[in-house]
């Protein structure tokens, strides 16, 4: 469910899905929404480095490294890692709520028989993630009351929240658009998401009907329980797949997966005109450069700099969907134009593929053209001085 924001709008249509426009002009390095990560889980192989809770890598003193020191981790489960005693305590009742449990069985040696490797096991932790939530908000009805708790971590000063524009819910996940995924259009992907939903479905049935669950009173709740969550599986395993995204170190690792229904409304272009920055498991949405009223908003899922097969096989195979952006499509003829353009934003730094991009709001209008303008890599930070003038130019406007 797409909530009103200032200067977005929501738009529909067969050919292009669900896609937000401009309903004002925006300015360069606008923000155009801040977010969190509906739920966000590090990968399986640097689940031990990365903080479950604000989904940064874990640091320690150096002159701690030699020696054994404290962790703060769920010990009950053994999944999840923190990387401070406060981000402990933000996560852990929230945690213990939802997925605990699933992850404490996630290994059982009655799940043996699934050969799973690590980034496969990262989406079903993923998956048992927001499954769990389904199955205590929907089967159980025992919705974890979020704003509460964070309204009394606040009174006691353990959180300062950063103000979001935007909260998602369970609802806005199964809200969410997921493309076709069967033998025809992705077979290999099919094949994987059976053993998924397999692998998930006996999880959640060991869980649910061993005597240890004291959450339904008999046998034959706890089994139409089951047959609840199994039902809806598949549905979520798809719409995750096409609309998480990766959180990255600067050094190119990714050390985490997350879906955020807000930030899946911005559909992709491989000639993007915003830009999203993540912080851990939060996200700000900003400009690129100016857009007019009436445009559509749009940001890139991969690295600019590939060419056009490459960009078009990335997204088939990864997001299952064929580009049919400005800059792939051929009936536009404007290739050389646009891929210059665009390019203008890459980061000069060699091996680097970040943005240039704009932290505060600049009026180009009212700028003069001598006046010095201070670009940043969304990346690595790299510095990059422009003046107005750099921002003529754009080869097209992107309206639908």
Not at 347 to 375: A, E, W
């Amino acid at each position: 469910m797409f909530k009103s924001y200032d200067g977005l709008e929501l738009k529909k249509s067969e050919t292009e899905g669900r896609y937000i426009i401009a309903t004002r002009d925006i300015d360069v390095g606008e923000n155009l929404l801040k977010c969190k990560a509906y739920f966000s889980m590090p990968c399986e192989i640097y689940k031990k480095i990365t903080c479950g809770n604000c989904v940064k890598i874990i640091k320690r003193p150096q002159q701690e490294k030699k020696k054994k020191v404290k962790e703060y981790k769920c010990n009950v489960c053994n999944e999840i890692w923190y990387c401070s005693e406060f981000c402990k305590k933000e996560s852990q009742p929230i945690h213990a709520h939802y997925e605990c449990k699933f992850f404490k069985k996630i290994k059982a040696p009655k799940l043996s028989e699934w050969e799973i490797d690590p980034d496969t096991f990262t989406e079903v932790r993923m998956m048992v993630g927001v499954i769990s939530r389904f199955y205590q908000e929907r089967v159980l009805n025992k919705k974890f009351n979020l704003s509460n708790y964070l309204k009394e971590q606040q009174e006691k000063r353990l959180l300062n929240q950063e103000e979001l524009s935007s909260e998602d819910t369970l609802d806005d996940i199964f809200d969410l658009v997921e493309n076709t995924i069967d033998d025809g259009s992705n077979k290999a992907a099919k094949e994987l998401i059976d053993i998924i939903t397999d692998y998930i479905a006996n999880l959640f049935n060991l869980v649910i009907t061993s005597s240890d669950n004291h959450d339904l009173p008999t046998p034959e709740l706890k089994k139409e329980a089951v047959e609840k969550v199994i039902s809806v599986i598949r549905e979520l395993i798809h719409k995750v797949r096409c609309n998480q995204f990766g959180i990255w170190t600067k050094n190119d690792k990714c050390i985490a997966v997350a879906i955020s229904p807000s930030s899946s409304f911005f559909n992709h272009s491989c000639i993007p005109n915003c830009i999203n920055i993540r912080d851990g498991n939060k996200m700000t949405f900003k400009a690129l450069y100016p857009v007019k009223k009436g445009e559509p908003l749009a940001i890139s899922y991969l690295d600019l700099d590939l060419p056009v097969e490459s960009r078009k096989e990335y997204l088939k195979y990864g997001y299952y969907f064929d580009c049919g952006c400005p800059r792939c499509d051929e009936k536009t003829n404007q290739d050389e134009c646009m891929d210059n353009w665009i390019s203008k934003f890459y980061c000069q730094r060699k091996k680097c593929v970040g943005l240039y991009y704009s932290k505060t709001k600049v009026n180009i209008d009212q700028v003069n053209k001598n006046d010095k303008i201070t670009l940043n890599c969304s990346d690595c930070n790299n510095e990059f001085i422009i003046n107005s003038t750099y921002f003529n130019n754009s080869p097209f406007p992107l309206t639908k």
